[in-house]
């Protein structure tokens, strides 16, 4: 495969990977930088400055809404973008495939149904010289093809795939009555091939994945006019935007737990962000797997992981800040204990 060809579908991967990646890094960042803040004692002179809590991770939360402002071009966006370039250009290069199959003079019976016999092929440009088609499609009326020139090509966005014969004949006899025999001479003739027979594509419709807002919710609303199930694109709909705050649900765990986790290795915070974030996403796939299944709203589903981790975060926070106070209230009255 081309260099260039595979840098194009790293390219389309990206975004993908971009969507786990960028929250991942913030909560590293976060964690490994207050809890060496923690660690040095950074905090604690900060708090007896008057600092509270609130106050220590406001920095944090503001480099998670740059971070939610990046995740929500990723997946609004990018993501949509690269799902679909990334399976087009697949499908692409499978149409490939049955030409690259195509053996010079031997027959082939890569193509169910066909078996295609030609003198030469072009590996460059894709073209065949000399092409004989024994055709057995429709078992009522097989037949034979010969073509001096041909090339199989793909035919729009739907994955349907044609051989494109040019200066030829077609000659076939009904199975019900072999005594008829039929000629036909053409210029070009167009076969459309099954891409699944083939084994060079399938069926092009767009996967949620793959869709856009807009195209979402008009899929939504299609879904639910034919009786048809929503939740596949409902849910895809809600984790773009779940998916898009994921940073500030891992600012807010990371700040408080590097905090007031005392140990600012690089080891122990990249284990907590590897937990943490394993978390994050088992509750995602669960949320996915229940939503649907039906057993919970979509919403609900995508929200799940944000739920439970923002949720495990506001704990933290508020039981950092009332640490905090209650330290300051003791300096305090040991501070007038010591005037009097």
């Known amino acids: 495969m081309p260099a260039g060809t595979v840098l194009t579908l790293f390219g389309y991967l990206l975004p993908s990977f971009l969507v786990i990646t960028v929250p991942m890094a913030v909560l590293l960042a976060t964690l490994s930088a207050y809890g060496r803040l923690a660690a040095d004692n950074e905090v604690l ?53 049955a030409t ?85 001479t053409f210029r070009r003739y167009v076969m459309r091939l099954d891409p699944a027979a083939a084994g060079v594509g399938g069926d092009r419709e767009r996967s949620p994945r793959e869709m856009t ?58 284990a907590l962000s590897v937990l943490i974030a394993l978390a994050y996403y088992l509750f995602m796939v669960l949320g996915e797997g229940l939503a649907t299944q039906g057993r919970v709203p979509a919403g609900v589903g995508a929200w799940l992981p944000n739920a439970v981790i923002g949720a495990a975060g506001l704990v933290l926070l508020v039981r950092g800040g009332r640490e905090g106070r209650l330290a300051g209230l003791l300096r305090w009255r040991r501070g007038g204990h010591a005037h009097a």
């Open 213 to 270: 807002v807009a195209e979402l919710r008009q899929a939504i609303r299609e879904a639910a006019g034919s009786g048809k199930g929503a939740a596949p694109f409902a849910f895809q709909l809600h984790q773009k935007v779940a998916n898009s705050t994921a940073a500030l649900v891992f600012v807010l765990v990371g700040a408080t737990l590097g905090i007031q986790v005392r140990r600012s290795g690089r080891g122990a915070s990249l």
């Open 100 to 184: 690259l199959a195509l053996t010079e003079g031997l027959f082939s019976a890569e193509l169910n149904g066909l078996i295609l016999y030609v003198e030469e092929v072009d590996d460059e440009t894709g073209d065949l010289r000399g092409i004989f088609v024994a055709d057995a499609q429709d078992p009522r009326e097989p037949r034979e093809i010969f073509a001096a020139r041909g090339r199989l090509q793909g035919e729009g966005e739907g994955g349907a795939v044609t051989l494109a014969l040019e200066e030829g004949t077609v000659h076939s006899r009904p199975a019900a009555d072999p005594a008829r025999y039929r000629l036909l």
């Open 45 to 97: 002179a900060l708090r007896a400055a008057g600092w509270s809590l609130y106050r220590l991770i406001v920095p944090a939360l503001l480099l998670g809404v740059g971070a939610a402002v990046l995740g929500a071009y990723l997946a609004f966006v990018a993501l949509p973008w690269g799902n679909q370039g990334f399976r087009d250009l697949l499908f692409r290069l499978s149409r490939t495939k």
